[in-house]
């Protein structure tokens, strides 16, 4: 079973860059879909951006155009680059890996967007 951790959050400016990564201890090869997702205090968790296998991504609308999602299958890293980071993004962010039906998740990494 795949396992994974979150890393790359912190505070930041708006309109500043982080780049968050999700190490799988477990091959990704299997996953058809992995995704980053955040939750903010008091907010549901949504989904942010999600890969699937075959090459298809999906953003939410809000993070069009300044997030970009990406995976490294040699080294089991899923990416989320950050940029033009607004105090909105400030949230607890998760990784979340699609294999069969088990849906695996990570346990977070805080991005606070602040000045």
């Known amino acids: 079973q795949v396992q994974l951790m979150e890393s790359g959050g912190g505070l930041v400016q708006p309109g500043g860059s982080l780049r968050l990564s999700c190490a799988a201890s477990?091959?990704?090869?299997?996953?058809?879909?992995m995704g980053w997702y955040r939750q903010a205090a008091g907010h549901e968790r949504e989904m942010v951006a999600r890969?699937?296998?075959?090459?298809?991504?999906d953003y939410v609308d809000s993070v069009k155009g300044r997030f970009t999602i990406s995976r490294d299958i040699s080294k089991n890293i899923l990416y989320l680059q950050m940029n033009s980071l607004k105090p909105e993004d400030t949230a607890v962010y998760y990784c979340?890996?699609?294999?069969?039906?088990?849906?695996?998740w990570g346990r977070g990494t805080q991005v606070i967007v602040s000045s």
């Open positions: 477990g091959s990704i090869r299997s996953a058809y879909a």
């Open positions: 890969l699937f296998d075959g090459g298809s991504i």
């Open positions: 979340a890996a699609d294999v069969d039906t088990i849906r695996t």
